[in-house]
């Protein structure tokens, strides 16, 4: 490798992913060069060469090493790995880096919203971006229902003026995905991917929830060569085919509206007869189903998607019942088997809360690990069970998971975390020897 790397990282308009990976090597200071693939059919085959048969973006280059995408790249760097191909690795060590009175995981609405109540109130918040930073929102094209914007907002534009906000009040955000909470001692202990190690008098778990996949046999083999969980970073590589979304909720129902830009028809595939979207986006969805853009396939499920990373997905295998969920149901002589020739399959069924790391901690979580929170009326709503240690946002909440609650939830933990940090002083220390047990 040469002393100063060349990086090289290709893009498109209109690409969440494409931003998170520029913002990470801006803040390691490490110059890239970007070719836009929009509109340009040689650069698009350029890369489709260079990244071995992948067609979505970005596709990262170091030293034309191919890096891969964003999940690639962002999982190196949480090794520490990226930094030893950039030259920029140290020796790290067990040494604690810093000594912080809050530390946020996540840099989601929920997240943001902390920031900003807790620089507020004088308490040096510090935020890890995790592994999707920005959250959610960053790959939502239109956030129509946020007070306050009546010709609505794109979700990254709202998270970028968010975090332009809480910097102003001392918030500081650094690139880093927490593995591990030690609550067995005062202050906690904060472990990063890469050994990095803090400790923090409060912690705010805001680190959101990540995008469920089917687990059908040729999704995990076609993921980024026609398979995908967001439309608007990939749906433009699939113009003029016929694509399938799987799900019956709000981002279902919001990525089949997005893709008819691209499509040639997209078939929405929901395994019962009713949908969870709102009202709003079922209206929308009727209106691109009367345009014949849109067709809706209840009581359906995907069982195999077919292909290859050289050519992509070809069809993929469904079957159907009509009283839903076909495939616990294969021996049923009404279910039908058929195929379907597709270019592209999204997959928006929902997602898991991204709470692994506090997995040796004493906080309680439901089954589906969702953070159990104090919850009630009047303050600490936020509490979980371990002293000092807060939830916000959609790592708490299964139910409602809008905008507004998340950045709502988030003010409240950063005023409960400020109560906590407030009465510090009285509160006893805890030694190992006290910590109770995590759950198995």
Same mark, same amino acid.
């Given at each position: 490798?040469?002393?100063?790397?060349?990086?090289?990282?290709y893009t498109k308009t209109d690409c969440p992913y494409c931003e998170k990976a520029k913002d990470l090597f801006d803040a390691k200071g490490v110059d890239y060069v970007?070719?836009?693939?929009?509109?340009?059919?040689? *650069?698009?085959?350029?890369?489709?060469?260079?990244?071995?048969?992948?067609?979505?973006?970005?596709?990262?280059?170091?030293?034309?090493?191919?890096?891969?995408?964003?999940?690639?790249?962002?999982?190196?760097?949480?090794?520490?790995?990226?930094?030893?191909? *950039?030259?920029?690795?140290?020796?790290?060590?067990?040494?604690?880096? @810093?000594?912080? /009175?809050?530390?946020?995981?996540?840099?989601?609405?929920?997240?943001?919203?902390?920031?900003?109540?807790?620089?507020?109130?004088?308490?040096?918040?510090? *935020?890890?971006?995790?592994?999707?930073?920005?959250?959610?929102?960053?790959?939502?094209?239109?956030? @129509?229902?946020?007070?306050?914007?009546?010709?609505?907002?794109?979700?990254? @534009?709202?998270?970028?003026?968010?975090?332009?906000?809480?910097?102003?009040?001392?918030?500081?955000?650094?690139?880093?995905?927490?593995?591990?909470?030690?609550?067995?001692?005062?202050?906690?202990?904060?472990?990063?991917?890469?050994?990095?190690?803090?400790?923090?008098?409060?912690?705010?778990?805001?680190?959101?929830?990540?995008?469920?996949?089917?687990?059908? !046999?040729?999704?995990?083999?076609?993921?980024?060569?026609?398979?995908?969980?967001?439309?608007?970073?990939?749906?433009?590589?699939?113009?003029?085919?016929?694509?399938?979304?799987?799900?019956?909720?709000?981002?279902?129902?919001?990525?089949?509206?997005? *893709?008819? /830009?691209?499509?040639?028809?997209?078939?929405?595939?929901?395994?019962?007869?009713?949908?969870?979207?709102?009202?709003?986006?079922?209206?929308?969805?009727?209106?691109?189903?009367?345009?014949?853009?849109?067709?809706?396939?209840?009581?359906?499920?995907?069982?195999?998607?077919?292909g290859t990373p050289e050519d992509g997905v070809s069809h993929v295998d469904l079957v159907r019942n009509p009283d839903g969920h076909p495939s616990e149901k294969l021996?049923? !002589?009404?279910?039908?088997?058929?195929?379907?020739?597709?270019?592209?399959?999204?997959?928006?069924?929902?997602?898991?809360?991204?709470?692994?790391?506090?997995?040796?901690?004493?906080?309680?979580?439901?089954?589906?690990?969702?953070?159990?929170?104090?919850?009630?009326?009047?303050?600490?709503?936020?509490?979980?069970?371990?002293?000092?240690?807060?939830?916000?946002?959609?790592?708490?909440?299964?139910?409602?998971?809008?905008?507004?609650?998340?950045?709502?939830?988030?003010?409240?933990?950063?005023?409960?975390?400020?109560?906590?940090?407030?009465?510090?002083?009285?509160?006893?220390?805890?030694?190992?020897?006290?910590?109770?047990?995590?759950?198995?």
């Amino acid at each position: 490798m040469s002393e100063t790397p060349t990086v090289e990282i290709y893009t498109k308009t209109d690409c969440p992913y494409c931003e998170k990976a520029k913002d990470l090597f801006d803040a390691k200071g490490v110059d890239y060069v970007t070719y836009n693939v929009t509109g340009d059919d040689e *650069l698009f085959a350029e890369m489709k060469e260079r990244a071995d048969g992948r067609e979505t973006a970005p596709e990262v280059f170091i030293d034309d090493e191919l890096i891969g995408g964003w999940d690639d790249t962002s999982a190196l760097d949480a090794k520490g790995e990226l930094d030893e191909k *950039l030259g920029l690795a140290t020796d790290g060590g067990d040494d604690v880096e @810093e000594h912080r /009175k809050l530390i946020i995981a996540g840099t989601g609405i929920s997240a943001l919203s902390a920031a900003i109540y807790a620089g507020r109130s004088d308490n040096d918040p510090l *935020l890890f971006e995790g592994d999707e930073p920005g959250g959610q929102l960053t790959l939502t094209t239109e956030v @129509e229902n946020y007070p306050g914007f009546p010709e609505g907002i794109s979700g990254p @534009e709202l998270i970028n003026n968010m975090k332009e906000q809480a910097k102003r009040f001392g918030a500081e955000m650094e690139h880093g995905i927490i593995e591990n909470v030690d609550d067995s001692q005062r202050p906690f202990r904060v472990e990063l991917a890469n050994g990095d190690v803090y400790t923090a008098d409060a912690v705010i778990a805001a680190s959101g929830a990540s995008a469920r996949t089917l687990g059908i !046999p040729g999704e995990d083999d076609l993921m980024g060569y026609g398979v995908s969980t967001c439309a608007t970073c990939d749906g433009a590589f699939f113009r003029g085919e016929d694509m399938i979304v799987v799900g019956g909720g709000d981002a279902a129902f919001e990525e089949a509206n997005f *893709l008819t /830009k691209f499509a040639d028809t997209v078939y929405l595939v929901h395994r019962r007869e009713e949908f969870r979207a709102e009202d709003y986006w079922q209206k929308r969805l009727d209106e691109k189903v009367q345009a014949g853009d849109i067709e809706i396939l209840t009581n359906t499920e995907l069982t195999e998607v077919h292909g290859t990373p050289e050519d992509g997905v070809s069809h993929v295998d469904l079957v159907r019942n009509p009283d839903g969920h076909p495939s616990e149901k294969l021996d049923d !002589p009404e279910t039908e088997s058929f195929q379907m020739d597709v270019g592209a399959v999204f997959v928006a069924i929902g997602h898991t809360p991204n709470t692994d790391y506090l997995r040796n901690t004493a906080v309680e979580t439901d089954d589906d690990g969702y953070l159990i929170t104090e919850g009630g009326r009047g303050a600490g709503q936020t509490k979980t069970g371990v002293p000092g240690l807060f939830g916000a946002g959609d790592v708490v909440d299964f139910h409602y998971q809008q905008a507004v609650t998340a950045a709502g939830m988030g003010s409240e933990a950063a005023l409960d975390a400020d109560d906590y940090l407030e009465d510090l002083p009285d509160q006893p220390e805890i030694e190992a020897t006290d910590a109770a047990p995590a759950d198995d």
